[in-house]
């Protein structure tokens, strides 16, 4: 009997067996990365909704304030815009635009909370008070999502570029994933 068909049948067993297993760890990787997004997109979202009621509460006792109030919800609109323009499709450009918007809408807020506390009358205000704590917590949200997806990123991304993933890789058209950028201003003023 001879041993070279075995050899052959077994080398190609091996060989279809590992093409698949790569495949579906990419896939997988993938697929995680996915999901850390739409949670990121989720308390984007929750974000996006809490600032509307914040300015509405303000508004009432800050008259003289409006053009605060424009300009976060003016960045406020543009930033919601920008996310809902992704729609699963992320691409570096559409992740700068968004991040950028984000900026925008995080450089206004630090501005109208400024000018919140320069109303000791509004800090008092119960509802005012539970908004800001709900942004807080927002806001921490999104940095544990925002890392729970870069790091989803990351390994998806360094499982592209190891041989042979690498070569499965490029035969099925999977790209490397962007991050979501975090700005060093953006470490330094929190919400709180």
């Known amino acids: ?28 990787y993938k697929a ?8 990121i997109n989720v308390q984007l979202q929750r974000r996006y909704d809490l600032i509307p009621n914040l300015v509405e509460t303000a508004r009432t006792t800050m008259n003289f304030e409006k053009s605060t109030l424009e300009s976060v919800v003016q960045a406020r609109n543009m930033a919601a815009r920008t996310l809902q323009g992704i729609k699963g499709n992320l691409t570096a450009e559409k992740m700068e635009a ?19 506390e320069q109303y000791p009358n509004l800090r008092s205000v119960e509802n005012m008070r539970c908004l800001h704590e709900e942004l807080v917590s927002t806001e921490n949200r999104i940095a544990f999502a925002r890392q729970a997806y870069n ?3 990351t390994r998806y991304n360094e499982s592209q570029m190891r041989i042979p993933t690498k070569w499965i890789a490029s035969c099925t058209e999977h790209a490397p994933m962007e991050f979501y950028p975090i700005s060093s201003e953006e470490v330094k003023n929190s919400f709180r």
């Open 1 to 28: 009997m001879e041993i070279y068909p075995i050899v052959l049948a077994g080398t190609i067993f091996a060989s279809v067996g590992w093409f698949i297993f790569s495949y579906n760890r990419l896939a997988e």
């Open 151 to 153: 790091d989803a990123v």
């Open 32 to 39: 995680r990365a996915h999901n850390h997004w739409h949670q």
């Open 98 to 116: 968004l991040f950028q918007a984000d900026q925008l809408l995080t450089s206004n807020m630090h501005k109208f909370l400024a000018v919140v």
